[in-house]
């Protein structure tokens, strides 16, 4: 349900975009981006609610811009200034709710790698 496009290799200053849609859902509520790096634990990048409401984790503040379309259950990460340590997969997750008066759960997506080199 959800499918992450975007990633893929790139160098320190550049920019890469990632794209996240939901499909199959009613409506969504918070929607976030996420990462892990190798041997480290996922942490939250970027969040943004249905109004458009977004905070960032410090590290990627200034650099990395989310933003998001309701009508058509779609969630961008532009992201900027590239670090080599931005590499790391990406995950986006979004809590969905599938029907009317179902409750809302937790969905993520497959997760996309995003390469920054020196």
């Known amino acids: 349900q959800l499918v992450e496009s975007g990633g893929g290799s790139g160098q320190a200053g550049g920019s890469l975009n990632l794209s996240c849609t939901v499909t199959?859902?009613?409506?969504?509520?918070?929607m976030a981006w996420y990462r892990q790096a190798p041997g480290k634990q996922r942490e939250l990048v970027a969040r943004i609610d249905y109004g458009g409401r977004a905070d960032y984790v410090e590290a990627v503040k200034g650099r990395f811009t989310v933003s998001r379309d309701n009508m058509n259950k779609r969630m961008d990460l532009q992201m900027n200034s590239l670090k080599p340590e931005d590499t790391a997969v990406y995950y986006c997750y979004a809590k969905i709710v599938v029907d009317v008066g179902s409750p809302s759960r937790d969905a993520w997506g497959q997760g996309t790698q995003v390469v920054v080199s020196p």
């Open positions: 199959g859902v009613f409506t969504i509520n918070t």
